[in-house]
DNA sequence: TCCACCTATGCAATAAGTTGCATATTTGTA
DNA sequence: TACAAATATGCAACTTATTGCATAGGTGGA
C-alpha cells in the first residue's frame, strides 16, 4: 500500500490540492509513482480520515476552489515508520511482452505496435530531458534542494532510454525475421558495464 | 486484465500446470508477467468456466497429481482477438523511488536499502543471464523456435542492468551527499545512444 | 450562443491483486 | 519416527486499482 506513502511523500515536500498530485504524478516525477485521479481523491479521503492529512479550501480566481492538502504530524509519523522498512522489486507486467512472447509468423501487426510504443515513450523521454534540463539551468542551492526528486527523474530518463533500444532491437529482428546475435559484452554479469 | 491472456499465451506454447506456469513466470520469462500461484490458479478457473482452457489430470511417480491445462480453440480466438488490441505503457510503481524522493539528510538508511535492493537485482541478472547462455548454446532451429522468449529475456536483462547502474549511481551520490553532474550524452533525445 | 475542452472534485460498481490459511504427497534430514 | 521442505492444489477475506459516470465553473473558438 505505497499509493499512500507516495501522497504523503509528495505532501511533505509541498502541500497541494488532488488535481495538483496527480499533474505532480504525471510530470517528471510521474516515473517515481503513478495514479489515476480517483484513487488520489480516494486515497486523499482514507488519508484523512486517519489523521495523516489536513486541508484548507483555497478559492482561485480563473477555476474551481481547491483543497489544498497539507501533511500532519502522525502523517509525518507514519511517513518516517514507512521509511525504514525494507522495499520489493516491483512485478513486471507489461502486455507488450506478453505480445512479443505469443506474435506468429507475420510480425506487421506486432511491428506496428512496437511503433506506437516506441512513439510514446520517445514523448516521454522527452519530456524528462525538458525537465532534467530545467534542474541543470537551477542555482546550486535549488539544484540541491532538488537533488532527491532529480535522482528519480533519471531513472526515469535511463528506463525510457533502455526501453527505446530494447523496441528498436527488437522490431529490426522481428521484420528481418532474424535470430540475435550474442552481444559483445553480455554473459558476464554486468561488472563490465558502461556508466 | 492481461494475467489472463499470459496465461493463454503460455499454454499456447506448451500446456501446463498451474504450478507449471507459477514456475515459467518465476524463471527467465517471468521478466514478461509475474503472478503468485493463488492468482494463477483463480485465473486458470476462471479460463476453464469461459472454455478458454480444459485439463487433462495427470499422476506422478513422485509428486501429486497435476492437472495439465490445455488451451482451447475458443482460447486461441479470444487470444487472436487481443493481439490486434494496442497495448499501454506500464504504470511505473517502485516503492524504493518513493523513499530515494522522500530521503532526508542522513543517507545511512536508504544507502542499506539501495545495497539490499542491489544485491537482489544483481541476482535476477545473474539467472536471466544464465537463460540467454542456455539459448545460446542451442542448436539453430531451437533458437529460432525460442526466439521470441528470448527476445522478452533480453528486456528483462537490459532492465535489470539499468536498474543496477541506477542503484550504483544513486548510492554514490547519497553516500557523499554530492550533486549530479551533467551526464556526456544526456539532452538530446536519446538519437546517440550506444545500443 | 453553443460546443468542446480544461480544471477540479467526487461516487459507485466492478475487476484485479494480495494475504492468510488449508490440505495432501513425497523426499530428505535429524 | 518425527519434522522440515518442496510440489501441487485451492478457498476466503481483504485491499487496491480500474472503469464509468457525474457535477460545476471557466476558457476559447466557430
Redesign the pocket.
Known amino acids: 500500500?505505497s499509493?499512500k506513502h507516495a501522497i504523503l511523500v509528495l505532501l511533505d515536500a509541498e502541500p497541494g490540492?488532488?488535481?495538483?498530485l496527480v499533474?505532480r504524478f504525471r510530470s517528471g516525477i510521474g516515473h517515481f509513482w503513478n495514479?489515476?485521479?480517483?484513487?488520489v481523491?480516494?486515497e486523499?479521503?482514507a488519508l484523512l480520515a486517519e489523521d495523516r492529512v489536513e486541508f484548507e479550501v483555497e478559492a482561485?480566481e480563473?477555476?474551481?476552489e481547491?483543497?489544498v492538502y497539507r501533511i500532519t504530524r502522525g502523517g509525518r509519523r507514519e511517513l518516517r515508520s514507512w521509511m525504514g522498512e525494507p522495499t520489493k522489486p516491483p512485478?513486471v507486467?507489461d502486455a507488450l511482452l506478453v505480445k512479443v512472447f505469443g506474435t506468429a509468423s507475420d510480425p506487421a501487426v506486432m511491428v506496428a505496435e512496437l511503433d506506437r510504443r516506441h512513439a510514446l515513450h520517445a514523448k516521454q523521454l522527452e519530456a524528462y530531458l525538458e525537465l532534467e534540463q530545467h534542474w541543470f539551468a537551477q542555482t546550486e542551492a535549488i539544484r540541491r534542494q532538488y537533488r532527491n526528486p532529480y535522482l528519480t527523474l533519471r531513472r526515469g530518463i535511463r528506463y525510457e532510454r533502455e526501453m527505446l533500444d530494447w523496441l528498436e532491437e527488437t522490431k529490426l529482428l522481428l521484420q528481418e525475421d532474424a535470430l540475435p546475435q550474442r552481444p559483445a559484452l553480455a554473459g558476464t554479469g554486468g561488472k563490465e558495464r558502461k556508466h
Chains 1, 2 share one sequence.
Do not use: E, I, V
Not at 17 to 20: E, F, N, V, W
Open positions: 500500500m499509493l490540492s488532488g488535481s495538483d499533474q495514479a489515476t485521479h480517483q484513487q481523491y480516494q486523499l479521503k482561485q480563473t477555476r474551481p481547491k483543497k512485478r507486467r
